[in-house]
């Protein structure tokens, strides 16, 4: 919808006024100076005949040096309002007599741009000599503002009124514009704009007398036909949509006839390939887990007790150090009171034999890193086990939100100056899971992340829903992995990592737990550019 500051209306409301003022003021300017430029003019010819009748009298009293007479002619000049300073200069002798501003003043420079000087020759007179010889000059300075004096106030109303007398015709030729034109064009704007397209003939359109037999007259006229024209085309279309529509209800319901026979033998073979299909899925997947599972537990179980029982042996073996440390402490505090000098280099030189102090200092950390060893086998250990769900777990709805909070928790990424971390996952639905799991799968992917970032970056994490399936997007910024690293990523101990530093589990153990989920897992990744893993969680 065109805005009112926009419209026709307006424009023509802002041309007419905007013109009517530039033309005024144009107009007068020019009527004002044509005037100015006569009134300076008129001036200044009066001014010549009165110096033209003055020079006579002035010329005789010159030639007789009639101060007296001289002095009342140059008064009789200054009886002009406009005229400043008169004076009367003899040619050969420099003789003057002066009447009103002196030198001093006339040459001001704060009034002489106003001061005009106006002259006339004295010749002599005629009674005295046959010769018009030049004997002096009558000059008369007079000051152009006293010339304009009341020519300004003048023009300034002559503007003024030519002003208003244009916005007074303006403002007319606005109203009878908009009585006669604007306001009839805007009328049949609105009635075209309220046509309805169902039905574009139901209001025909029809210019107000005002307009009638003039070019919007003929645009209205083949505006109706065009409608016409389109009501005729929707009334065409109506009828071959209901044509059409007619004929597919027909075709369905033959369709229908012909093939619901066929559904129902098919449903019943249908019913049992799917019943075979679950039946037979279910088996294997029967199988598999019974089988995971069973080497889960076989192998936890025949790891665990040799774990258990050395790790039983570390503890007893670390108390004995410790005592046996102090008690060769206690040994080395009692040597000087050792009477046998012989015995007590013995001793000496055993302990330096053995090196005791060295013993003392290593024998902690080679307990502290055996039991780093066994905590990893266990690890090991407890990740095998989720190559299989058993049969007692139990999924349950849970927020993968909250699942990856406290996995970030675990990590402690979020301490790590170096990183930052971004995560958008509030949004989400609950999806049927392993809660323990999921949260197992969250730790090892930011786990890889935070170590392919070695020297800090940034961590995404964003989820999407879809139909059927709940995705979560963990990328980082790290060192990425090639097509040859991408290809054994999620098999089992493959890892890039210094030996100590990872078991190569983390993303089979993802894969295991996100199959046996019934979800994925993708990854995507290239040197250099960080690395994306895809989770994909069933809603239902």
Request: hydrophobic share 40%.
């Amino acid at each position: 919808m065109t805005s009112r500051l926009s419209s026709i209306e307006s424009k023509l409301t802002f041309y007419v006024l905007s013109f009517s003022i530039v033309l005024g003021v144009l107009f007068s300017a020019a009527q004002i100076g044509f005037d100015y430029t006569a009134e300076s003019r008129r001036y200044h010819e009066l001014t010549a005949q009165l110096l033209e009748r003055q020079s006579g009298p002035a010329a005789l009293t010159l030639y007789n040096y009639d101060s007296s007479s001289m002095k009342s002619i140059l008064d009789s000049l200054l009886m002009n309002p406009a005229v400043v300073a008169s004076v009367i200069v003899e040619n050969d002798t420099g003789f003057e007599q002066r009447s009103g501003l002196s030198k001093r003043e006339l040459s001001d420079t704060a009034n002489s741009f106003y001061y005009r000087a106006h002259d006339v020759e004295l010749l002599e007179p005629a009674i005295y000599s046959k010769n018009s010889r030049v004997i002096g000059y009558l000059i008369v300075w007079s000051d152009e503002r006293l010339t304009r004096q009341g020519f300004e106030r003048r023009a300034g109303i002559t503007l003024l009124l030519d002003v208003l007398r244009n916005i007074a015709l303006a403002v007319v030729l606005i109203l009878v514009f908009r009585a006669r034109l604007t306001s009839p064009l805007k009328r049949l704007m609105e009635r075209l704009m309220a046509i309805d397209p169902r039905q574009p003939i139901s209001a025909p359109l029809v210019v107000e007398g005002s307009l009638r037999n003039s070019e919007l007259d003929d645009l209205a006229h083949k505006m109706n036909d065009v409608l016409r024209a389109m009501e005729g085309e929707i009334s065409q279309r109506q009828q071959a949509e209901t044509r059409v529509r007619q004929l597919n209800e027909q075709l369905e319901e033959k369709v229908k006839a012909r093939t619901q026979a066929l559904n129902d033998s098919n449903s019943q073979l249908q019913s049992s390939l799917d019943e075979l299909q679950r039946t037979q899925d279910l088996l294997l997947q029967a199988q598999r887990m019974a089988s995971l599972g069973h080497l889960a537990a076989g192998m936890a179980h025949e790891i665990n007790n040799p774990i258990a029982v050395v790790y039983s042996n570390i503890a007893t073996l670390s108390e004995y150090l410790t005592e046996l440390i102090a008690l060769a402490d206690q040994y080395r505090t009692a040597e000087g009171g050792i009477a046998d000098k012989a015995l007590a280099q013995a001793l000496i030189q055993m302990r330096t034999a053995i090196d005791l102090d060295f013993v003392r200092d290593d024998a902690p950390d080679l307990v502290r890193t055996s039991k780093q060893s066994l905590e990893r086998v266990r690890n090991i250990v407890s990740e095998l086990r989720t190559f299989a769900i058993s049969e007692n777990q139990q999924k349950e709805t849970a927020s993968l939100d909250e699942l990856m909070q406290q996995a970030m928790a675990e990590q402690n990424i979020s301490q790590r100056d170096d990183l930052r971390v971004y995560s958008h996952l509030q949004q989400l639905p609950l999806v049927p899971c392993i809660p323990e799991q999921v949260r197992l799968v969250f730790n090892n992917i930011l786990h890889n992340a935070a170590d392919a970032m070695p020297s800090g970056g940034t961590v995404e994490i964003a989820g999407d829903m879809q139909d059927e399936w709940v995705a979560i997007m963990v990328k980082d910024s790290g060192t990425g992995m090639n097509e040859e690293d991408l290809s054994c990523a999620i098999n089992p101990f493959f890892t890039r990592k210094e030996i100590g530093q990872g078991t190569g589990l983390g993303l089979t153990v993802a894969y295991n737990v996100m199959v046996n989920h019934g979800g994925e897992l993708l990854i995507d990744s290239s040197p250099g550019k960080g690395t994306v893993v895809t989770l994909r969680f069933p809603r239902h």
